[in-house]
């Protein structure tokens, strides 16, 4: 007979009391660290909450570049002052036989660049040196580039009036986007058509959010807005409905490009306070006569706000005996010393072309920076 082997009587090995525990209570309540290790990075993109102010300061430092020439760096400065943000390091100079020489002193690769840089006198100059900028910028690899012109010039030519003349207004166009910009940020263009001679977005800002709080705060009742011609009057109709203001425009035959005949006023102002809007003066022949022409229909005071003060020739010295009382300007081209007049009041417009670039750099509408301004 075979012998059958016993089995051998193994004894449960006892688990210590808190390990049993946690076995009764489920593996969910032990820390995995397998799963921890695996976890999803938080999303770390700034919210358009307005709660997440430290996050949007701590991106704009390291994600946007601004950069400027020499056309108006004190306006870059301030545009970088509020937006809380230092001003990019960049060499605009010039070699020994003049030629314009730039280069860029820090990384921009993948990085939101903003070339702030007006077309301002001398126009030549300022505009071969942002185009120049911009060619650096995109061969040094930015992400994105903007090109922040806050007085566009070359746009008084921005159609074929006469025979043989150019649309130099369309020629700058295109210089800027071969150029490298992906984006252009302007404000108060000679003409709103000029928005369509660009291939590449284009957002249009108006000065009238910068005139509108100063002008209330003068209290000038009653108060007519005027424009200077006819072109002019889509825009001092934005003026009047926001000042809740009436309306007059001044009828007038220009004989050169820089002289003008003042005809008849359409509409009332005598015993009111006038004020003169257009977008900008050169000469200072059209706004001077124009003034003249109100204070001849009876008008009891005369200002006038103009956004780019290019003031050419003897604009500042024919302001001195003209019938305006205060000319309002913005710092889209730099006042120098002769150019300034105690008749002459500055307005920055630094805080909403900073939150005109806070905007795109996140991907936000700009909208709201110009909504009722259109006439």
């Known amino acids: 007979m075979k012998k059958t082997a016993k089995k051998r009587r193994t004894r449960p090995v006892a688990r210590p009391p808190a390990r049993r525990a946690a076995g009764r209570a489920g593996k969910s309540r032990l820390p995995s660290r397998r799963r921890a290790s695996v976890a999803k990075p938080t999303n770390t993109r700034p919210s358009a909450h307005p709660t997440a102010k430290p996050l949007v300061a701590n991106r704009l430092s390291t994600e946007l570049a601004i950069f400027t020439g020499n056309a108006n760096p004190l306006l870059a400065k301030a545009i970088c002052s509020q937006l809380g943000v230092g001003l990019a390091d960049c060499l605009v100079g010039r070699f020994s036989e003049g030629e314009i020489r730039v280069k860029i002193n820090e990384n921009v690769r993948g990085k939101d660049v903003f070339v702030v840089q007006s077309t301002c006198p001398p126009p030549n100059d300022n505009l071969m040196e942002l185009l120049i900028m911009l060619d650096a ?61 660009f291939d590449i977005p284009l957002d249009h800002l108006y000065a009238l959010n910068v005139f509108e709080p100063y002008v209330r705060q003068k209290k000038l009742k009653p108060l007519v807005v005027v424009s200077p011609d006819v072109g002019g009057i889509k825009m001092a109709r934005a003026y009047a409905k926001r000042l809740k203001a009436g309306l007059a425009i001044v009828d007038k035959r220009r004989d050169s490009p820089d002289a003008t005949e003042v005809m008849h006023i359409l509409g009332e102002v005598q015993g009111k306070l006038c004020l003169l809007v257009d977008d900008l003066i050169a000469t200072g022949s059209s706004l001077l006569e124009a003034a003249r022409a109100l204070k001849q229909a009876g008008a009891r005071g005369i200002h006038a706000a103009i956004t780019h003060a290019v003031l050419s020739g003897r604009a500042v010295e024919l302001l001195t005996s003209s019938p305006i009382q205060e000319l309002i300007v913005t710092d889209t081209i730099p006042l120098t010393k002769e150019r300034r007049h105690p008749k002459i009041t500055v307005l920055s417009i630094a805080p909403l072309l900073a939150e005109a670039i806070r905007r795109i750099h996140y991907e936000q509408s700009i909208s709201t920076l110009f909504d009722g301004v259109h006439g």
């Open 137 to 197: 910028m995109r061969r040094a690899s930015a992400r994105r580039i903007t090109a922040v012109i806050p007085y566009y010039g070359y746009a008084r030519q921005d159609r074929k009036d006469q025979p043989r003349v150019p649309i130099t207004a369309k020629l700058v166009a295109n210089l800027i986007t071969t150029a490298g910009a992906g984006r252009v940020l302007t404000m108060d263009l000679h003409a709103g058509q000029i928005q369509g001679f």
